[in-house]
């Protein structure tokens, strides 16, 4: 049953009476079946007893005070309360197919979980393994930087002095005396001696000269480097200085 709407009393009435000029002959009500017709009639009943002619203007203006009174009565009417949910979702989950919801709703949470998890793991290794990867790479770096700063301070410095000071500085001291025993008969420790005949060139006579480029470029000049071409000839052809010497005796050559 729907629920009754207040009646408009006869302040209403007197209010609609005064805008149209006329004056309150008994009273009159509307109610929420009634609407605007309803009060409309009544007003114009009213008018009637009055035995007044009513203006068109007049009534019109009733009407509208009428309708507004109406319009006011419905505004005033508590609006109705939402039905509750028939069903609550502590009861939902107590069927069988909330139930299965449910679960799968867990299950599914459960599963973005541990993919986040997974891939913040993966992130976490990823980064891990470019430190480490950046970190052996310095430390390659810094290897190869300390051991050509060690080969360089070991590196022993370039013979230097005459041509017998630099022998000395090359050729083991157990041979020393047989290299310079073959040197002195060879070229007198000329770095430049020629033979005229066969062209054998420096300390040791190579022949082809060229043959000491073997040991450096500079073997035209650099002492060190014809007598480094020396001594590894006569180790490679006879042993050693001493065994070289030997033949030098009984040939008078090497």
Same mark, same amino acid.
Do not use: C
């Given at each position: 049953?729907?629920?009754?709407?207040?009646?408009?009393?006869?302040?209403?009435?007197?209010?609609?009476?005064?805008?149209?000029?006329?004056?309150?002959?008994?009273?009159?009500?509307?109610?929420?079946?009634?609407?605007?017709?309803?009060?409309?009639?009544?007003?114009?009943?009213?008018?009637?007893?009055?035995?007044?002619?009513?203006?068109?203007?007049?009534?019109?203006?009733?009407?509208?005070?009428?309708?507004?009174?109406?319009?006011?009565?419905?505004?005033?009417?508590?609006?109705?309360?939402?039905?509750?949910?028939?069903?609550?979702?502590?009861?939902?989950?107590?069927?069988?197919?909330?139930?299965?919801? #449910? *679960? @799968?709703?867990?299950?599914?949470?459960?599963?973005?979980? !541990? %993919? &986040?998890? +997974? /891939? $913040? =793991?993966?992130?976490?290794?990823?980064?891990?393994?470019?430190? #480490? *990867? @950046?970190?052996?790479?310095?430390?390659?770096?810094?290897? !190869? %930087? &300390?051991? +050509? /700063? $060690? =080969?360089?301070?070991?590196?022993?410095?370039?013979?230097?002095?005459?041509?017998?000071?630099?022998?000395?500085?090359?050729?083991?001291?157990?041979?020393?005396?047989?290299?310079?025993?073959?040197?002195?008969?060879?070229?007198?420790?000329?770095?430049?001696?020629?033979?005229?005949?066969?062209?054998?060139?420096?300390?040791?006579?190579?022949?082809?000269?060229?043959?000491?480029?073997?040991?450096?470029?500079?073997?035209?000049?650099?002492?060190?480097?014809?007598?480094?071409?020396?001594?590894?000839?006569?180790?490679?052809?006879?042993?050693?200085?001493?065994?070289?010497?030997?033949?030098?005796?009984?040939?008078?050559?090497?």
């Amino acid at each position: 049953m729907p629920a009754s709407t207040p009646r408009v009393r006869k302040s209403t009435a007197a209010a609609m009476a005064a805008v149209a000029g006329l004056a309150l002959v008994g009273t009159f009500a509307i109610d929420s079946s009634g609407a605007a017709d309803a009060a409309t009639t009544t007003a114009t009943a009213a008018s009637t007893r009055t035995a007044t002619a009513v203006p068109a203007s007049t009534l019109a203006r009733i009407q509208r005070v009428s309708a507004d009174a109406v319009g006011s009565t419905a505004a005033a009417k508590p609006a109705a309360a939402k039905p509750a949910n028939a069903v609550t979702l502590a009861q939902l989950a107590d069927t069988p197919a909330g139930a299965a919801r #449910a *679960a @799968a709703v867990k299950q599914a949470a459960e599963v973005k979980a !541990a %993919a &986040a998890r +997974k /891939a $913040a =793991a993966l992130k976490q290794a990823a980064e891990a393994k470019q430190a #480490a *990867a @950046a970190k052996h790479a310095a430390e390659v770096k810094q290897a !190869a %930087a &300390a051991k +050509k /700063a $060690a =080969a360089r301070q070991s590196a022993p410095s370039a013979p230097s002095g005459s041509p017998q000071q630099i022998a000395a500085q090359i050729v083991p001291g157990g041979q020393l005396a047989s290299f310079d025993e073959i040197i002195s008969h060879e070229s007198g420790w000329n770095v430049e001696a020629v033979n005229p005949s066969s062209g054998s060139y420096g300390l040791g006579q190579a022949l082809p000269a060229d043959k000491m480029a073997s040991a450096g470029s500079d073997w035209r000049t650099n002492p060190a480097t014809q007598i480094t071409w020396a001594l590894d000839y006569m180790d490679s052809r006879y042993g050693s200085p001493n065994q070289a010497w030997s033949f030098w005796q009984a040939n008078s050559w090497y």
